[in-house]
């Protein structure tokens, strides 16, 4: 069997996540070298799983045993991490949101495409059971007419996601992403325009509330996301209608089901399966393989143009165009 050797940049709670899908799930990807801020912890990281460890990151995306590299960092690292490792001429996995402006995100994409590199964008809830068993279950609905999305989280214990220096925004682009992400997934129409509404609930300087009403190409689809980071209890509804009924999940509580009238019919679902790992997967296949990516950096760079225009909505009051990935 063919094995990559990998480099993690970023191994703190997210990353963790990937550290343990590496060492464990996923034999075609070895971990060669991780580089982790908080160096003693990373250290101790490095000599558990029997890697190297980097104090730079880019001495990692140099090191000759690392064959492709895995980004978990702040997003407002991705511009310099993504040139480095383009100019390296490696494989990236980069996790959302991919930038924390569109100029910066559409930058990405043209650096990326310039290099021909292999890159898969973790917009991880791609993998989810049951966002892929509504999906596959749209068609029998007929035309769709409203798509309703909403995510519900605890607080934060990240104290930098409210330092717009490091974090670039709150929840629509650190959560809202992966919503904008699967409208355009679920409709498979791109967002034209927004009119957004946020609020600070816990937070003190960037948005945990938000909810946005999203326009659609070539569509007459209603389409509303809200998220909320101000609660304790954690959901992710789904809730899609068609001429001929509905579909309504939730990819956090795990169900779906297709209502018809007053009748609710389960649907089945696959096992539910940890995201991270799958993507670890997807990536192995990717560079391995050259198997298509199931997401990529314009895709990321999409939910981050979305994220930006519902900032700029709820700064000014009325409905933003949005831009497109040529500007």
Known sequence: MRRLGVGLVGAGKHGQRYLTHLHTDVP???????????????????????????ADWRALVADPAVEA?????????????????????????IEKPLAI???????????LRAARIPCLMAQTLRWNAVVRAIRARL??????????????????????LDDPSMSGGGILLHTGVHSFD???????????????RTARVRTVRTEDNFAAVLRLSGSDTVVTVNGC?????????????????????DHQLGFAHL???LERTPLPLDEPVPTVREVLRAFARLVLDGEPPPATPEDGARAVLIAEA????????GPVAVSGLDG
């Open 182 to 196: 699967l409208v355009r997934l679920l409709t498979g129409c791109e967002v034209t325009e927004v009119f957004c």
């Open 310 to 317: 519902c900032h700029r909505s709820a700064e000014s009051g």
């Open 139 to 160: 068609p029998e609905l007929g035309a769709l007419h409203a798509v309703v999305l909403n995510q519900r989280f605890e607080p934060s214990p990240l104290g930098w």
């Open 69 to 93: 590299v895995i980004a978990v960092v702040p997003p407002i690292l991705h511009p310099a991490l993504v040139a480095a490792v383009a100019a390296a001429g490696k494989p990236l996995l």
């Open 28 to 54: 075609e990807l070895v971990l060669a070298a991780l580089c982790r801020r908080d160096a003693s912890r990373g250290r101790d990281d490095a000599a558990r799983l029997g890697c190297r460890f980097h």
């Open 229 to 249: 980071r101000a609660t304790r209890g954690r959901s992710g509804m789904v809730d899609v209608a068609g001429d001929e009924g509905q579909l309504v999940g």
């Open 259 to 261: 209502v018809r009238g």
């Open 101 to 111: 402006t569109g100029a910066a995100a559409v930058e990405i994409v043209r650096v």
